[in-house]
């Protein structure tokens, strides 16, 4: 059973930092691209940043370029969101999400999704 395990989310005030985790279990995360994905309450669910299978490439919202860095370590089997100088637009539900041989792009179509974490920014 693969399950995906986010963590590292809490409350934080605007201009601070987070970092979240998502560790995976039960297959190696080396063959699929990991995307992280954010839902704010009454929103849709939005891309906001993806590493593809081949750790040679990263895809960032624009909503959060510059603020936020994705990264992987295929040894732990975990992708990280490193989140800095944090808004309270950024006040969400954060998942992660895996793709075999995808792109991290933001693709409609993912194998696993974690159960989510939630971030919350004070003003």
């Known amino acids: 059973q693969v399950q995906l395990v986010e963590s590292g989310g809490g409350l934080v005030q605007a201009g601070g930092s987070l970092r979240l985790s998502c560790a995976v279990s039960g297959r190696t995360i080396i063959s699929y691209a990991m995307d992280w994905f954010r839902q704010a309450p009454g929103k849709e669910r939005e891309f906001v940043a993806g590493i593809n299978w081949r750790n040679t490439s990263t895809h960032y919202a624009d909503s959060v370029k510059g603020r936020f860095t994705i990264s992987r370590d295929n040894a732990k089997n975990t992708v990280f969101l490193q989140m800095n100088s944090l808004k309270p637009e950024d006040t969400a539900v954060y998942y992660c999400?895996?793709?075999?041989w995808g792109l991290g792009q933001g693709s409609s179509e993912y194998d696993y999704w974690g159960q989510g974490t939630q971030v919350t920014v004070s003003s």
């Open positions: 999400a895996a793709e075999l």
